[in-house]
């Protein structure tokens, strides 16, 4: 197996030339430079999705409008026939029950107009 290295210690001369070739900047005036560069390419970029999303707003408030209109609409119309169905089941009702534990007298008085309105005073 061969043994690879990324330099040897013969190589230093090389070496310190790449390192001078990378090394940062000694002045404040690059690191100045820099960040006025990358701050102007960051405001000169669109937002990404939030300007798709700044697209979809009116839409998307139009929408929900009407969702909410037809779920308005939804609510009056059950409530309607709810109201429909209560009307029709007291409506169509044969008998009304009659509570007559009050006064059991009522059938006496009943009688008693049904005699008066016949003439019949018997």
């Known amino acids: 197996m061969t043994d690879i290295r990324l330099h040897s210690n013969d190589d230093d001369e090389v070496v310190r030339g790449l390192r001078s070739l990378y090394a940062a900047p000694a ?5 100045n430079e820099l960040e006025a560069r990358i701050m102007a390419r960051v405001a000169d970029v669109e937002l990404g999705w939030w300007t798709e999303l700044d697209r979809w707003v009116r839409p998307a408030l139009a929408a929900a409008a009407i969702l ?23 409506l169509s009702s044969p008998t009304v029950p009659v509570y007559t534990g009050i006064r059991p007298a009522l059938q006496d008085d009943r009688e008693a107009r049904i005699r008066f309105l016949f003439g019949s005073n018997r």
């Open 68 to 90: 909410l209109l037809a779920a308005s609409i939804a609510m009056f119309r059950a409530h309607q026939a709810e109201n429909d169905i209560a009307v029709d089941s007291m």
């Open 27 to 31: 002045g404040d005036g690059y690191w």
